[in-house]
């Protein structure tokens, strides 16, 4: 009697082609389960999480949604946040730093700075548990300033004369085609004074500092790190791996750790040319004609 054939032998083909599908599927099922968020490999070991806050700060949603998943992922033992950051604008600032405020209220947050934390760029970090700067980062400029142009006067030489209609005397402020009336400026003035009073707060709670300590230095001056170390502003001199160190510690870890970084953002080819990311492109696209910013 003739002996029955397995299904190999009878369909080698599809055989075949099953094979390497449920080769696939297991090659991808190992990789989701060792694979990081962030691309890394964590294999057991301890997790800590890394934020970057590079250029100017003109959106917060990358940056606040990526500390939300730091902040909820319960192997995450500690974040440090990388800045190196002028400023930007207020509102971004400022969510940026509530997010900042409540993952410091779970685990240990370590901010590091580079060249630069100034402005908005220090604002953020300042809900950190600990801040570690370079001696030469330039940091502090706690202030407001609002940037724009007219050219009203110019178009007038020109034989040009601008008419802008509006409801209401303040509505005009900030237009190119208008000079600020005396009004205009001391509201625009008085602007800049509340959201002055909210960053001066602010940091004040973020550092545990008196208020009149911050007031003393929120002059809108830009400080190196080996000053606002005496003003309090940081905690510590030291780089990149002093900040991690010091995380590691804080968070009770010997040896080493996996780094799981972000938030991703991907590269252009503008910004491999120009060096200019794609967010720090829409927002100097999308500024109106005059911002108030950090």
Same mark, same amino acid.
């Given at each position: 009697?003739?002996?029955? +054939?397995?299904?190999?032998?009878?369909?080698?083909?599809?055989?075949?082609?099953?094979?390497?599908?449920?080769?696939?599927?297991?090659?991808?099922?190992?990789?989701?389960?060792?694979?990081?968020?962030?691309?890394?490999?964590?294999?057991?070991?301890?997790?800590?999480?890394?934020?970057?806050?590079?250029?100017?700060?003109?959106?917060?949603?990358?940056?606040?949604?990526?500390?939300?998943?730091?902040?909820?992922?319960?192997?995450?033992?500690?974040?440090?946040?990388?800045?190196?950051?002028?400023?930007?604008?207020?509102?971004?600032?400022?969510?940026?730093?509530?997010?900042?405020?409540?993952?410091?209220?779970?685990?240990?947050?370590?901010?590091?700075?580079?060249?630069?934390?100034?402005?908005?760029?220090?604002?953020?970090?300042?809900?950190?548990?600990?801040?570690?700067?370079?001696?030469?980062?330039?940091?502090?400029?706690?202030?407001?300033?609002?940037?724009?142009?007219?050219?009203?006067?110019?178009?007038?030489? +020109?034989?040009?004369?601008?008419?802008?209609?509006?409801?209401?005397?303040?509505?005009?402020?900030?237009?190119?085609?208008?000079?600020?009336?005396?009004?205009?400026?001391?509201?625009?003035?008085?602007?800049?004074?509340?959201?002055?009073?909210?960053?001066?707060?602010?940091?004040?709670?973020?550092?545990?500092?008196?208020?009149?300590?911050?007031?003393?230095?929120?002059?809108?001056?830009?400080?190196?790190?080996?000053?606002?170390?005496?003003?309090?502003?940081?905690?510590?001199?030291?780089?990149?791996?002093?900040?991690?160190?010091?995380?590691?510690?804080?968070?009770?870890?010997?040896?080493?750790?996996?780094?799981?970084?972000?938030?991703?953002?991907?590269?252009?080819?503008?910004?491999?040319?120009?060096?200019?990311?794609?967010?720090?492109?829409?927002?100097?696209?999308?500024?109106?004609?005059?911002?108030?910013?950090?």
């Amino acid at each position: 009697m003739e002996a029955k +054939l397995r299904f190999s032998q009878r369909h080698p083909v599809l055989f075949g082609i099953s094979m390497i599908i449920l080769a696939v599927a297991l090659v991808a099922g190992v990789m989701a389960f060792f694979e990081s968020p962030s691309g890394s490999f964590s294999f057991g070991q301890v997790k800590i999480g890394r934020v970057n806050v590079v250029g100017p700060i003109m959106e917060s949603e990358a940056v606040v949604s990526w500390i939300r998943t730091l902040r909820e992922d319960e192997s995450i033992k500690g974040v440090l946040l990388r800045v190196n950051s002028p400023g930007g604008a207020i509102a971004p600032s400022q969510e940026i730093y509530e997010a900042v405020s409540k993952l410091a209220e779970v685990k240990p947050v370590v901010a590091s700075y580079g060249t630069v934390a100034a402005s908005g760029g220090y604002y953020i970090s300042c809900p950190a548990t600990k801040i570690v700067a370079n001696p030469g980062t330039i940091t502090g400029s706690i202030g407001v300033k609002a940037e724009f142009m007219t050219f009203g006067a110019a178009l007038e030489k +020109l034989g040009i004369r601008p008419e802008v209609l509006a409801t209401g005397r303040y509505k005009t402020t900030g237009t190119p085609l208008k000079d600020l009336t005396s009004e205009q400026r001391a509201q625009l003035q008085d602007l800049l004074s509340d959201m002055q009073d909210q960053f001066v707060t602010d940091v004040a709670k973020g550092r545990g500092m008196d208020e009149a300590e911050v007031r003393a230095v929120a002059d809108g001056r830009g400080i190196t790190g080996r000053q606002a170390l005496v003003y309090g502003l940081v905690d510590r001199l030291g780089g990149q791996e002093d900040a991690v160190a010091l995380l590691k510690k804080l968070c009770g870890i010997s040896g080493k750790v996996t780094l799981l970084e972000g938030p991703e953002e991907e590269e252009s080819l503008l910004r491999r040319l120009i060096g200019v990311g794609s967010s720090d492109l829409k927002g100097l696209l999308q500024a109106p004609g005059w911002v108030f910013s950090y």
